[in-house]
Structures are given as C-alpha cells and as structure tokens.
C-alpha cells in the first residue's frame, strides 16, 4: 500500500513547466510526506481498540516509501533520457 502511495505522491510533486522543482527535493519532499502518513498512521492505530503500534510495521512503510521513490526516480531518468 505504502509504495503506490509513495508513487502517487511522488508523481504529485510533478511540477509543471514553469515551475521547476529541484529532483532531490521532488524526492526529499516524497519520501518525507509518505513516511510520515506511515506514522502517523501507526500512532493512530494505537488508540483503537485491539490495535497496537507495530515499530516493525513502520519500518516496513518506510521500505515500502523509499522503494517506490526510487524506482519512480529510475524510470523518470528513463524517460528524460529518450
């Protein structure tokens, strides 16, 4: 779940034409805002009944985040390349 989240945000920050956003901050600003819903999500998570939070299952978002980033990232330079 967390990587097609990490791909539609990265692809969110996709700036028009005139406006050009800086890669490593397209990327930064990703990975920050996904892995932070992540937590987010697992604070939350705490305070309903029968759920607990899970430091394993936030590491496993944040992979997930970083993964998608990256491979986003990699067919992006693909792209620019042809």
């Known amino acids: 779940m967390f990587f097609v989240l990490g791909v539609l945000v990265f692809r969110a920050f996709e700036s ?3 406006e050009q956003m800086k890669l ?3 990327i930064a600003l990703s990975s920050l805002f996904t ?3 992540g937590v987010i999500d697992e604070v939350h998570q705490s305070f309903v009944p029968g759920r607990h939070l899970d430091k394993y299952d936030m590491v496993a978002d944040a992979i997930g ?3 998608a980033v990256g491979i986003s990232y990699f067919f992006l330079r693909r792209r620019l390349k042809d």
Request: glycine fraction near 0%.
């Open 16 to 18: 028009s034409k005139q």
């Open 24 to 26: 490593w901050k397209r």
């Open 35 to 37: 892995i932070s819903y």
């Open 65 to 67: 985040a970083i993964a």
